[in-house]
């Protein structure tokens, strides 16, 4: 089955932008679905579909596709942005859910 | 508004068995796919398996294909994970977590509620 590849880790400065990418073969089929999840904490999707964003989520999450390559983009980051950062999609060949690895992000 | 309460996690030993139980509120149970997602200790999120909102279709993670199953009773809005031939690799909060519906599928991918996870722990 494919895999999802994220970076590891990212910083931000407190209110500038950035953006976490999530790369993988099943992304050029399915967009992605994105979760935020904060120590202790079940995840929490905040971006899903074609930049779809559940009731609650802040307007500074968005999404965006490329070819293989799925993001998530966080405007005007926050001090409760930082977390772990995860992007999720159907695997294209199997009956399959793929993780990425998670992305940790910090607010400086 | 929804709820999801995983229970049944604890200690066992290798090769036994444990059941997981999900215990849903606040929507038609029947009419979501619902999954479990683990995450071991310090690690990332790994998808174990999903039932379709009427139990018909079931799929499995390679890593427990053979030794876990999922069901659910939607009498009782209840999704289980039955867990056979435990592994110390197993050892993971399990979360089961609702998904969206989606058009063209046997069920979602997009997960818009989660539970809070109950602990497996497999150790000698």
């Known amino acids: 089955s494919s895999e999802l590849t994220q970076d590891p880790a990212v910083s931000v400065a407190l209110g500038q932008t950035v953006r976490i990418t999530c790369q993988g073969d099943?992304?050029?089929?399915?967009?992605a679905s994105w979760y935020r999840q904060k120590p202790g904490q079940a995840p929490v999707l905040v971006i899903y579909g074609q930049n779809n964003r559940p009731s609650g989520i802040p307007d500074r999450f968005s999404g965006s596709s490329s070819g293989n390559t799925e993001s998530l983009t966080i405007t005007g980051a926050q001090a409760e942005d930082e977390a772990d950062y995860y992007c999720s999609s159907r695997d294209s060949d199997y009956n399959h859910v793929l993780f990425g690895g998670g992305t940790k992000v910090t607010v400086l | 508004q929804v709820q999801l309460v995983e229970s049944g996690g604890g200690v066992v030993q290798p090769g036994r068995s444990l059941r997981l139980s999900c215990a849903a509120s606040g929507f038609t149970f029947t009419t979501y796919g619902m999954h479990w997602v683990r995450q071991a200790p310090g690690k990332g999120l790994e998808w174990v398996a999903v039932?379709?909102?009427?139990?018909?279709?079931?799929y499995y993670a390679d890593s427990v294909r053979g030794r876990f199953t999922v069901s659910r009773d939607n009498s009782k809005n209840t999704l289980y994970l039955q867990m056979n031939s435990l592994r110390p690799e197993d050892t993971a909060v399990y979360h089961c977590?609702?998904?969206?519906?989606?058009?063209?599928?046997?069920?979602?991918?997009?997960?818009?509620?989660w539970g809070q996870g109950t602990l497996v722990t497999v150790s000698s």
């Open positions: 099943s992304l050029r089929s399915y967009y």
């Open positions: 977590a609702k998904a969206l519906p989606v058009v063209g599928h046997n069920y979602g991918s997009d997960l818009d509620y």
């Open positions: 039932i379709s909102d009427d139990g018909t279709y079931k």
